[in-house]
């Protein structure tokens, strides 16, 4: 069964930085593509990045263009979302998505992850 485990969450000041991590086990971590996504109260789940299997080609929302980074280390099976100059609006809850596709098609939809993981908690103080 494939899991998905995100962690590094938590609460800092805006300005601040925090570095998230996703350790994917039972399948084989450079077979998929790599995606977070978050999700504020009230509001839909939103693309922020994603990751080729080989690291290669790197997508990134234009709300974080410039403040996030995305990378895999594929012999750690772990992707990784390192967050600078975070803003208030950022808040919310950070999920990892592996995807097995071959393409990049629609790499910012839902639909396109096969497994997620249960998320953790981005909380941004003003």
């Known amino acids: 069964q494939v899991q998905l485990v995100e962690s590094g969450g938590g609460l800092v000041q805006a300005g601040g930085s925090l570095r998230l991590s996703c350790v994917v086990s039972?399948?084989?971590?450079?077979?998929?593509?790599m995606g977070w996504f978050r999700q504020a109260p009230g509001k839909e789940r939103e693309f922020v990045a994603r990751?080729?299997?080989?690291?290669?080609?790197?997508r990134l929302a234009d709300s974080v263009k410039g403040r996030f980074t995305i990378s895999r280390d594929n012999a750690k099976s772990t992707v990784y979302l390192q967050m600078n100059s975070l803003k208030p609006e950022d808040t919310a809850v950070f999920y990892c998505?592996?995807?097995?596709?071959?393409?990049?098609?629609?790499?910012?939809?839902?639909?396109?992850?096969?497994?997620w993981g249960q998320g953790t908690q981005v909380t941004v103080s003003s």
């Open positions: 990751i080729s299997k080989s690291g290669g080609i790197r």
């Open positions: 998505a592996a995807d097995a596709d071959v393409t990049d098609r629609d790499y910012y939809t839902n639909a396109k992850y096969e497994y």
């Open positions: 039972g399948g084989t971590f450079s077979s998929y593509a």
